[in-house]
């Protein structure tokens, strides 16, 4: 094999990986640069990546004229319509041209050579792939033109795969691609990359982003993977296993800062058959339920997307892979990611459905768009004929062939797939709403009908029947005013908490525990743990299901609910993010799975059994048990300090003692760690008695919709009395200013987190005159709420200035 160079010339047919650079995109193309990028500058820091060789663009060139192809490839691209509508002719007859000519004996002998190297190292198979050198620059970003082959044995193979991968840039996708995008046909080269064969048949492989792709949140890294050969992730064949983890705690030893671990289904693995090709199997049922990396192999990977991403300046798309036979990781493949990161730093679009239909099927949301029109199903890329332009195209996977019919749609449905699949990372790049993973989509969306797509409503995409109205609200963040008096969000949803990381909100004020436990765990923690006493065969069968995998019963609900609470502390780190501990009703928590069992019947649940009452009682300080254990692991395993804990509903300072004391026996004590714990103001006893609360906690959130209720004593449920439920009300508006006032002597910190700002921003600026310290709103009136503040404090600052 050559063992150096002079860069500068370029008449050398064939060079090792370890030598090339990423400034030798023109030599080798952008996938080959940049594995040789990563061999010679990162391998010294612990990230392994196979090494190999690449014939180079004077190869391609060289075999062209030896052939004396390019007149007749140029003739041939000539006949082209401009419709597109011979492509498969003109594609069809330029790869038979490459494939009948003989390579070079030159160029066979320098394949040879470097091939032979490799089999003196050892490497018994080996991995040919593609790599165009206008590839993978921001103009150029579509993944998947060209043709990559897997488990190649033997010198003849290995002649005949090169070959291939020059005739795959005449594929017919990329020939459109090409065309579309005004590339010239004839100054486009092909270098072929020849890596050491990972055999990650034999255990898995997946890709990696070190952004979110949906958001760009720049602090997470994506991590998805399956069993066997990549190609069932990136194609959207599978439903992979789906990690995110922490950058900023990945260099604390103690810490396992994965903040979400999604366990897909992976029915499906692609594997090498008897004759070496590749052929999809069935996973076993061991292999469905159990995760393709372990956590420390998701935190090593992790750590390489950082120092891959900090090496290229710029986020990163990986491939990775590990080897069945020696349990190694490897990065297969490193590329810009091109959409998030392209994305104007002020630019904030919101999508919000002013109505919907029923909802047909759900999968995965790329994006945060809505999309409308008419289903078109189709099973093949040929039938795009067939294709009207803004219909929503539904299908079971797409790969790069479908590019073509996917840029005409309003919106795209597929039945398979994931985050990193064909079709989520095309989506992402068109700019369009697309669901994956959508099961039985192509089944139960019917030719013609009429639907809403929206991934508009966090991790998960919705198909509503009929044509909805929607609103889109574009938001400059670019000149928002500093203020003294922290504007923080109200935030539920894990799943939609990376959405608003570009909003400059100083944390969160209020992050709902119990809808977390809703809609993300869905069992009462009573029934984890008394599981016997639940009577109900459909719940116990679904609990069963939930269950499976964990050691016990309680540590599915611990591990879901430290994820979602990590998740939404992540978003904001290290800005404070108060977490409410439950506040479900009797009535809400019996409609849990399994609830029924452990809940009474009250007839007025608002006044009844619920928040602080809950947590030291016989019948439920196991569930509180579990609850504290998710926070534990939320700040002190994964490693989010930045939670602040709140109770609800207490009542009365001798309860407040009871609830610190269960606290305490299950780990969790004020003060130790930073360890922080408000209280809800939503009782007018948290009033009177302000100073006997702030010796217990740290401080106060006024819960403006309870306040009001009990202050003016109106059930807020009641329809009857909707009409006099004011939050403005004198009585109330004293109330809280009473309670600031009593704040200021103790020096506890003091919030609003109830609906109040954010449905009247004037009510801010009560608020900010009385001194409040934080006020909490929801996403979509933070702007507009932010605003009020600003110019209450003006007013009040040049009305304590005097004229």
């Known amino acids: 094999m050559i063992k150096g160079r002079n860069m500068s010339d370029r ?69 082209l319509d401009k419709k597109l509508g011979n492509l498969a002719n003109v594609g069809g007859s330029i790869r038979d041209l490459v494939l009948e000519a003989p390579l070079p004996p030159d160029l066979k002998e320098a394949i040879h050579q470097a091939y032979s190297d490799m089999s003196a190292d050892g490497a018994d198979s080996v991995a040919v792939r593609s790599s165009a050198t206008a590839e993978d620059l921001p103009e150029a970003s579509f993944a998947g033109q060209l043709e990559t082959y897997l488990n190649v044995k033997g010198e003849q193979a290995l002649f005949e795969a090169c070959k291939k991968c020059f005739a795959s840039l005449f594929t017919d996708r990329a020939i459109a691609y090409r065309e579309t995008h005004g590339f010239d046909h004839m100054s486009v080269a092909l270098s072929v990359g020849v890596q050491s064969m990972v055999r990650s048949d034999l255990a898995s492989s997946g890709v990696m982003f070190s952004i979110d792709t949906e958001t760009g949140f720049p602090r997470s890294v994506l991590i998805t993977g399956a069993w066997g050969l990549g190609e069932t992730v990136v194609q959207g064949m599978v439903a992979p296993d789906e990690l995110q983890v922490f950058k ?25 058959g008897a004759n070496g090709a590749t052929v999809l199997t069935d996973t076993t049922e061991d292999e469905r339920g159990r995760f393709v990396l372990t956590d420390e192999e998701a935190l090593t990977l992790a750590r390489w997307a950082v120092l891959i991403e900090r090496h290229y300046g710029c986020p990163m798309d990986m491939e990775w892979a590990k080897d069945g036979q020696t349990g190694e990781l490897y990065i297969v493949q490193a590329r810009p990611e091109t959409v998030q990161s392209r994305r104007e730093a002020g630019e904030l679009k919101t999508y919000k459905l002013k109505q919907k239909g029923e909802c047909l099927v759900s999968g ?39 590019v073509p019919i996917m840029k005409r749609a309003a919106a795209i449905v597929t039945d398979h797939g994931g985050r990193t699949s064909h079709a989520a990372i095309v989506s992402r790049e068109l700019g369009l709403p697309a669901i994956v993973g959508a099961s039985g989509a192509t089944e139960k969306l019917s030719e013609g009908q009429d639907v809403t797509v929206s991934c508009a409503e966090g991790d998960q995409g919705h198909v509503y029947e009929g044509i909805a109205e929607f609103d889109v609200t574009e938001i400059d963040i670019g000149n928002i005013p500093t203020t003294r008096t922290k504007a923080m969000l109200n935030v539920a949803n894990p799943a939609a908490a990376f959405r608003w990381w570009r909003l400059p909100a100083d944390g969160v004020g209020l992050a709902r525990m119990e809808f977390i436990i809703s809609n993300h765990i869905k069992v009462h923690p009573m029934a984890l743990i008394r599981f016997g006493d639940v009577n109900d065969k459909a719940a116990r069968m679904e609990i069963e299901r939930l269950t499976a995998g964990y050691d016990t019963k309680a540590d599915y609900f611990v591990d879901k609910l430290s994820r979602g609470i990590a998740r939404i502390a992540a978003a904001y780190y290290p800005k404070p993010v108060i977490v409410r501990m439950s506040d479900f009703k009797t009535n809400e928590y019996a409609e849990l799975l399994g609830g029924a069992a452990f809940e009474p019947h009250e007839e007025n649940p608002m006044i009844g059994w619920r928040g602080a009452s809950r947590y030291y009682s016989p019948d439920y300080r196991d569930g509180f048990g579990l609850e504290c254990r998710a926070i534990a692991r939320a700040r002190e395993e994964i490693g989010l300090s930045n939670i602040v ?46 100073e006997a609360f702030a010796e217990r906690f740290d401080g106060f959130s006024i819960g403006s919709n309870d306040l009001t209720q009990l202050v ?72 507009r709420v932010k605003a009020q503040i600003a110019s209450a404090e003006a007013a009040l600052s040049q009305r304590i200035s005097g004229p």
């Open 11 to 79: 008449r050398e047919l064939v060079l090792p990986l370890s030598i090339l650079r990423r400034s030798d995109v023109a030599c080798v193309g952008g996938k080959n640069a940049s594995l040789g990028e990563m061999i010679g500058q990162l391998e010294e820091a612990g990230i392994n990546v196979p090494g190999g060789f690449a014939t180079t663009a004077a190869a391609y060139w060289h075999f062209i004229e030896s052939n004396n192809l390019q007149s007749r490839i140029a003739q041939t691209i000539a006949t």
């Open 248 to 272: 900023p705690l990945l260099d604390e030893p103690s810490l396992v800062p994965i903040i979400e671990k999604s366990l897909g289904a992976k029915r499906r693995k692609m594997i090498y």
């Open 364 to 402: 995965l949301a790329v994006g945060d768009a809505i999309g409308a029109g008419k289903v078109c199903r189709l099973d093949s890329a040929d039938q795009i004929e067939q294709f009207k332009t803004g219909s929503v195209l539904v299908t079971k996977i797409t790969d790069p062939d479908w």
């Open 645 to 690: 804990m709140m109770i609800p509903f207490c009542r009365t300072p001798e309860e407040a003692d009871s609830v610190i004391e269960e606290m305490e026996k299950n780990g969790l004590k004020r003060g130790r760690a930073g360890l922080q714990v408000y209280v809800m103001a939503e009782i007018p006893s948290n009033v009177v008695l302000a």
């Open 712 to 783: 003016l004593g109106i059930d807020r449920d009641s329809d009857r009395l909707s009409g006099l439920f004011n939050e403005r009300h004198p009585a109330v508006k004293q109330t809280i200013a009473r309670l600031l006032a009593s704040s200021k002597k103790t020096g506890s910190h003091t919030g609003i987190c109830g609906q109040a700002p954010s449905d009247h921003p004037e009510f801010a600026r009560f608020l900010v005159e009385h001194g409040i310290d934080s006020i909490s709103v929801t996403p979509d009136s933070f702007l």
